[in-house]
């Protein structure tokens, strides 16, 4: 469903947009153009003063998987959040150890404290944190809605499952001019 309304509480939740992460090169829409649109989200939900929550990932579930370690130890500046994205002093800045930003993190409790009833997600990468976020989301009660323009992956076929099959069941997706719109 396309997206047809915003709470008066809705917060951005933007996943993953850091140095280590955004070097990589994504599909869709290139890291660069995904954190353009997801700052002008930022600054349209600041504008009217809803909450920006900025997640960043710092290691690794502890769980065994199949898929290989990738190797060398990451860059000094890799959890650094992207300065493109013009972070606030009044945004909210979340570390997470996992895909998804509810699990072991105050997010929740961030967001409930002040009223949100809704999510607007954007970020890298669309099929693991983006979805695992969005997903949670949906589980913990929120209406969710997914920025699809702002959202990219490493991935053409698991991007496009999580945009086409995923999240049309979570919520409601849009692009950033819709959304921005909708603010008004």
Avoid: C
């Avoid at 709470?7 to 660069?32: C, E, M, N, Y």
């Avoid at 990932?57 to 992207?82: I, K, M, Q, S």
């Avoid at 009223?115 to 954007?122: A, F, L, P």
Wanted: glycine letters at 10%; aromatic letters at 4%.
């Amino acid at each position: 469903m396309s997206v047809t309304t915003l709470d008066p509480k809705t917060a951005l939740v933007v996943v993953d947009l850091q140095q280590g992460i955004v070097s990589r090169p994504t599909v869709p829409h290139p890291a660069a153009e995904v954190v353009a649109r997801s700052a002008e989200l930022a600054a349209a939900f600041r504008a009217k003063g809803l909450p920006v929550v900025f997640v960043r990932v710092t290691g690794g579930a502890p769980g065994r998987t199949e898929a290989p370690a990738r190797g060398g130890r990451p860059a000094a500046d890799w959890a650094d959040l992207v300065p493109e994205l013009g972070v606030q002093d009044s945004d909210i800045v979340v570390t997470k150890q996992q895909w998804g930003a509810f699990y072991g993190t105050d997010l929740d409790l961030q967001l409930r404290r002040r009223g949100v009833t809704q999510v607007v997600v954007t970020g890298v990468a669309t099929s693991i944190g983006v979805e695992s976020t969005a997903r949670a989301a949906h589980e913990h009660g929120y209406h969710v809605t997914v920025a699809v323009d702002a959202v990219a992956d490493l991935d053409e076929g698991t991007h496009r499952n999580s945009v086409e099959k995923i999240f049309p069941r979570l919520g409601e997706t849009g692009t950033t001019g819709e959304i921005v719109k909708l603010l008004g």
